[in-house]
């Protein structure tokens, strides 16, 4: 009996502090689930939720499933020829703003940027000329060609010039070591692009950037010194700029000057791996090539090709409408 009593005893005993702790951990959950906050998704740090009583820690994102179309898709467009065309722009452009910025500590140097693309056509030729093509994601050449707002499109002889020219942007831009080795430094970095040298290429518009940026420095400088008020600012002459790498020489028929348009409104897509370019063409220059052939490169079933001959010709616009007059 006595031990049926202190058993009794002993469970009423330990009931005020089992409910006593049920108390505190309920109050405690519920002040930290008050006090706590959500953090951003992307940035992947642990976040406190506001509905869960529990630590949510970071997912790590699953790789997409692939379309059970991608292989026989990817097959089919290897069969079909696509143009290839050499884009090039510059990282590190500035803006009038950003000279002005005085938090920044320094404006880098310009540095040149530049990929192969097969997927470059025309999307309108009146009432304003326009051209675009797509890119994988990431892209180094994208980011800048975003930033900068301009780029150059080369179209490219079907010679194995232009299949050298096209090759050798097709590897990022990532400077070999042995060029990074053996690069002057005297000269305005050419990145990339200093592998055009051994082919012969031209890089025009290399001293004029660089004299570009050496008077954004400047004019940094003097909006510092006059106070950086919005009156002393328009007292200061801005600097030039706008001045992209263009390539000349055996291989390049024709270099596009283009102006970047952003696309509005968003086009929906899957834009996690790739990215719609627009660029309105400012201007259409010679690229210097003296190929015998005047068929731009194409490139089909992992190859630069060459297009073969005529099978059929069709008749000029004005042929067709005299032809559909007298029908």
């Not at 880098?108 to 304003?128: E, G, H, K, N, Q």
């Not at 660089?210 to 328009?234: C, H, L």
């Not at 952003?262 to 690229?287: K, N, Q, R, T």
């Amino acid at each position: 009996m006595k031990s049926l009593d202190g058993l009794r005893w002993t469970l009423k005993s330990t009931r005020p502090l089992y409910a006593s702790f049920n108390i505190i951990s309920t109050a405690q959950e519920a002040q930290l689930s008050f006090l706590t906050r959500r953090s951003s998704g992307p940035t992947g740090s642990p976040r406190w939720s506001h509905s869960s009583k529990t630590f949510e820690r970071p997912v790590k994102p699953q790789k997409p499933t692939q379309h059970v179309l991608s292989q026989p898709m990817r097959a089919v467009m290897r069969q079909i020829p696509h143009p290839v065309v050499v884009i090039t722009t510059l990282e590190n452009t500035h803006s009038i703003s950003e000279l002005g910025d005085r938090s920044k500590d320094q404006v880098p140097p310009p540095i040149p940027r530049a990929m192969t693309v097969s997927s470059f056509t025309s999307l309108s030729v009146d009432p304003v000329p326009r051209v675009t093509f797509n890119v994988s994601l990431p892209s180094t050449t994208y980011q800048a060609l975003m930033k900068c707002g301009r780029f150059n499109a080369h179209i490219l002889s079907s010679d194995d010039h232009g299949a050298r020219i096209a090759d050798l942007f097709t590897r990022g831009n990532r400077l070999p070591a042995s060029e990074e080795a053996t690069r002057d430094s005297g000269e305005p970095d050419l990145g990339v692009l200093a592998g055009l040298e051994k082919l012969g290429i031209q890089v025009l518009g290399r001293e004029r950037w660089q004299q570009e940026w050496e008077q954004a420095r400047d004019y940094r400088k003097q909006v510092a010194a006059t106070g950086n008020t919005v009156k002393s600012i328009s007292d200061v002459d801005p600097p030039p700029s706008g001045t992209l790498p263009v390539l000349q020489g055996q291989g390049v028929m024709h270099v596009l000057k283009c102006e970047y348009r952003h696309l509005s409104p968003p086009v929906e897509g899957d834009f996690d791996h790739h990215a719609i370019v627009i660029g309105e063409v400012l201007d259409i220059i010679s690229g210097g090539s003296e190929s015998e052939n005047s068929i731009a490169l194409a490139y089909a079933d992992r190859a630069y090709r060459q297009i073969g001959q005529k099978l059929l010709d069709r008749p000029l616009p004005d042929q067709e409408n005299s032809l559909g007059k007298k029908i």
